[in-house]
């Protein structure tokens, strides 16, 4: 057995290294759908730790998937890939699967230099610093200290390192469509020292309306859209309200207020001050949990905006769902949780058991191919797509330990699963 001690020693000599792997890849704007020049790259540095590295090439068939999510129109996908790293095992053990997502939000208001990563008293500071390039970071030392360890695992490491997860997880998508097996699967994101067994799902949605144009003393000629978005946001807020009182005492989500709120991020209409606009555009999202399904949310905002008080009939809008994600759900007690948090406490960094307030790609893993899914990973999300988004050093550092005393147990022969 490789001690704690060892472990630890050996992860510290390498965290120089993961320094400089985290700020490389944070220099790269990859925007989704602009992840390409970071994704070779990270070929290239797997391919440094003698593991097995796999483009797995992506194609514009995608979009006809009915689980393609479609929030930035035009993207293509035929030339791009993800990829696939694997460090083989002996034979006879768990094998566990990694998931990391390489795309990162476009810069907040007030940041100056996003793709310019600073380095402060051992905090990293820049776009994507914690979602979800300290994650990738994390893994990348963890697999590295591996190797150095000389550890020889009875499982297979497998990762995933993927693109476009922010606008709603195309990459795994893509992953999971081209087939993968493990007892067990960590996507990796900022968790903030808990291990999410419960995530919430989500749909983003598009509206546009449609009234009639007219100057403003026409009263009684005119319907503007953009009162018709108005009354359509508190239907929606009305129908959230309900859905909420609808979604308590499902265990873990119940200690949050509103584990799964509705969020209006965009809305567009008119040109003139004076003048109704006849037509109007509405973005937003609406948080699910695990009582419900994408498709009956889905179906059920539709009817909330033709009975919901906002006087609209199906003809007056087109209701377009951009990106739909269902809620993942593992046992707290499988052992994949239980055995995460076993390795923390024999790394002395203690997590706990949790629900995610926020949507990811475990439900890819999870629901469509049957691997028990949890997340995990260093940072936290109260900084992530902020102005102020930064990891510390040592975060990653704890998290590398954990996931090799985790791995060091999972994959080996007979290990729980």
């Not at 808990?194 to 598009?206: E, K, L, N, P, Y």
């Not at 005119?222 to 005492?249: I, P, V």
Request: glycine share 10%; proline share 6%; hydrophobic share 40%.
């Amino acid at each position: 057995m490789i001690s704690n001690e060892r472990i630890r020693h050996t992860v510290n000599g390498l965290l120089a290294d993961a320094e400089r792997f985290l700020v490389a890849i944070m220099k790269y704007p990859s925007t989704s759908g602009n992840e390409h020049d970071l994704m070779l790259f990270l070929e290239e540095e797997f391919r440094r730790l003698r593991a097995d590295v796999e483009c797995v090439p992506m194609s514009d068939a995608l979009r006809a998937d009915p689980d393609y999510s479609n929030p930035i129109r035009g993207i293509t996908y035929d030339g791009r890939f993800n990829l696939r790293v694997r460090r083989p095992g002996q034979g006879g053990g768990n094998t566990v699967l990694f998931n990391a997502h390489t795309d990162v939000v476009p810069p907040s208001e007030g940041m100056t230099a996003p793709w310019s990563p600073r380095v402060e008293d051992g905090v990293v500071y820049g776009r994507g610093a914690c979602d979800d390039k300290g994650p990738l970071t994390a893994l990348y030392l963890a697999m590295a200290a591996l190797e150095a360890l000389n550890a020889d695992l009875d499982g297979d490491v497998v990762a995933h390192l993927v693109c476009e997860e922010e606008i709603g997880g195309n990459g795994s998508l893509a992953m999971v469509r081209a087939g993968a097996e493990a007892d067990g699967c960590i996507v990796l994101e900022p968790t903030d020292g808990r291990v999410f067994t419960s995530i919430r799902g989500a749909v983003w949605f598009r509206l546009t309306f449609r009234g009639k144009a007219g100057h403003s003393g026409q009263v009684g000629q005119t319907r503007s859209a953009l009162l018709m978005a108005r009354d359509a946001m508190a239907a929606l807020e009305n129908y959230h309200a309900d859905l909420l009182a609808r979604s308590r005492g499902i265990a873990l989500f119940d200690r949050y207020p509103n584990p799964m709120p509705i969020t209006f991020g965009r809305l567009e209409a008119g040109n003139w001050p004076a003048a109704a606009p006849s037509r109007s555009l509405l973005e937003g999202v609406l948080g699910l949990l695990p009582n419900k399904t994408k498709e009956t949310v889905c179906k059920e905002m539709r009817q909330a905006l033709i009975h919901g008080g906002a006087d609209l009939s199906p003809e007056d809008f087109d209701l377009e769902f951009t990106y739909r994600h269902d809620s993942s759900v593992v046992d707290p007690e499988h052992a994949l949780p239980r055995q995460l948090l076993s390795a923390g406490a024999r790394t002395e960094t203690p997590l706990r058991i949790d629900a995610m307030t926020a949507s990811c790609d475990a439900w890819f893993y999870n629901n469509q191919l049957g691997i028990p899914t949890v997340v995990y990973g260093p940072g936290t999300l109260a900084v992530a797509h902020s102005s102020g988004e930064q990891i510390g050093l040592a975060d990653i550092a704890r998290t590398a330990a954990v996931l090799i005393a985790f791995m060091l147990d999972y994959c080996r022969t007979g290990g729980n699963s």
